[in-house]
């Protein structure tokens, strides 16, 4: 057993030391995958004692005998066999090499309270940031040689927690078990289990296109946007397979989580409402600054991009023109008849009839990106009740100009906004431009309407 040890203990480092990027482990466990890159470039010795039990299989059908709600989960010490409790054979204590903070997240040695050097096989995950204060500097501070990266991984660990701890005597009188009686016979079905943890190679990062974010292209596609918009963004290693959000509500909330993937824009999770290899959509919080420029990362299975910066402003509207609506040079909005809710056309928009807006009729028009509501929109949330445009909004059909009956949220939605309009009695027959002021500045898309003389 020593000698297996010394060989690993010579053999593990240069083999860490040849990869270009820290390895990864895959925790196993009854609440799902715990992905976790250990840190061989500030711990190495602490990685090489861990990857020598890892090797060993030292870590399979192991279990979780400690758990604190808010400080830490604990396991890597015990095997159940049968009805019997068995205590991991342990290598030779590995040198103390705190370097890194034990933020939430992150996994450390555990030790004894009689030296810094004492840690062998038992390892726990930390809950909080706010115990950094504690571990940093007790006994040394506790080694971090690790970080969850997947967020499937950090809600593994939340579910250890929150499961319910027994006293069944010391070391396991704080031990979390599930669907188990004070009183009764633990057996296996009842631990916190780590089946097996593995090493695993993990797709590259994502990357960002070179101007790869602009707002929905079928409202614009701007370079720059608004708090509350949607944003598409393209690159590769984005995600994994295509998938968008329905089913994945939560208390009429948008998810921030899909397919492994997560969008961060200046640090505050985004919505997600599509994701795919090359390609990501998603609704920007509300919280986040009306203006400036933000960083906006995509991280795929834990692992980030680079970061791109965007700007923002406190209004940035575009109607629904998708292209399939440009004809020649002519960019015309999909506006709908709000009696008989067809499109407005003069028939050459392909799938369209000839049907044109007529003066006095109220027509229909979508949008994203026009700014604040009242009462105040909530990101992510499907819109319920009448949200108003605060700002004043204007739609001139060539030189005559119309206010909406309505302008706001749409209700059972997410971000979009809907228009109704009078056509002008004195607006010109034709194809004709369509602007649209918020405030005092018009939106930037070009658009064209088709009317009918009365």
Not at 152 to 158: F, M, V, Y
Not at 174 to 188: H, K
Not at 425 to 431: I, K, N, S, T
């Amino acid at each position: 057993m020593k000698s297996r040890y010394l060989l690993a203990a010579v053999l593990l480092p240069s083999l860490l030391q040849g990869q270009s990027a820290n390895p990864t482990v895959r925790f196993n466990t009854v609440f799902g995958d715990i992905d976790v890159e250990l840190f061989a470039d500030i711990a190495p010795r602490t990685v090489t004692n861990f990857m020598n039990y890892v090797q060993k299989g030292a870590f399979n059908n192991t279990f979780i005998h400690r758990s604190v709600p808010g400080f830490v989960v604990q396991g890597g010490g015990f095997t159940f066999r049968g009805d019997k409790f068995e205590a991991i054979p342990e290598d030779p204590p590995v040198v103390n090499e705190f370097r890194t903070s034990n933020t939430r997240g992150t996994i450390a040695m555990a030790k004894l309270g009689s030296g810094p050097n004492t840690a062998t096989n038992q390892w726990f995950f930390n809950l909080s940031s706010t115990n950094a204060s504690n571990l940093d500097f007790q006994n040394g501070g506790f080694t971090v040689f690790g970080r969850i990266i997947n967020p499937a991984g950090l809600a593994a660990i939340d579910q250890m927690a929150r499961t319910p701890t027994f006293n069944l005597g010391s070391p396991f009188d704080q031990i979390p078990l599930i669907n188990f009686r004070q009183g009764s016979n633990a057996v296996e079905s009842n631990f916190v289990l780590i089946r097996t943890i593995t090493t695993v190679e993990l797709p590259p990062p994502p990357t960002v296109s070179a101007a790869g974010i602009l707002t929905a292209a079928n409202f614009g596609g701007y370079n720059e946007g608004t708090p509350g918009t949607y944003l598409e963004i393209y690159g590769t290693n984005l995600s994994g397979e295509a998938k968008d959000w329905s089913g994945l509500f939560v208390n009429n909330r948008a998810p921030t989580l899909l397919n492994d993937t997560t969008v961060t824009i200046a640090n505050v999770p985004a919505f997600i409402s599509y994701a795919s290899p090359g390609q990501v959509n998603v609704q920007i919080p509300t919280s986040v600054i009306t203006s400036g420029t933000v960083p906006i990362v995509v991280s795929y299975k834990g692992r980030p991009s680079a970061a791109v910066n965007f700007a923002l402003k406190p209004s940035k509207g575009g109607l629904l023109a998708p292209l399939s609506f440009k004809v020649g040079d002519k960019q015309f909005v999909a506006a709908q008849h709000n009696d008989s809710k067809k499109f407005v056309s003069n028939g050459t928009i392909e799938g369209t009839e000839n049907l044109p807006a007529v003066p006095g009729e109220i027509l229909l028009f979508y949008g994203i990106g026009f700014g604040e509501v009242r009462p105040s929109a909530i990101g992510g949330q499907i819109a319920s009740g009448t949200q108003l445009l605060a700002a004043p909004i204007e739609f001139k059909f060539g030189p005559a100009s119309a206010k909406p009956a309505f302008a706001g949220l749409i209700p059972g939605l997410v971000g979009l906004y809907q228009f109704n309009v009078v056509v002008p009695d004195d607006a010109p027959a034709g194809d004709i431009p369509l602007e649209v002021i918020v405030g005092n500045d018009a939106i930037a898309q070009q658009l064209f309407i088709s009317v009918k003389a009365r």
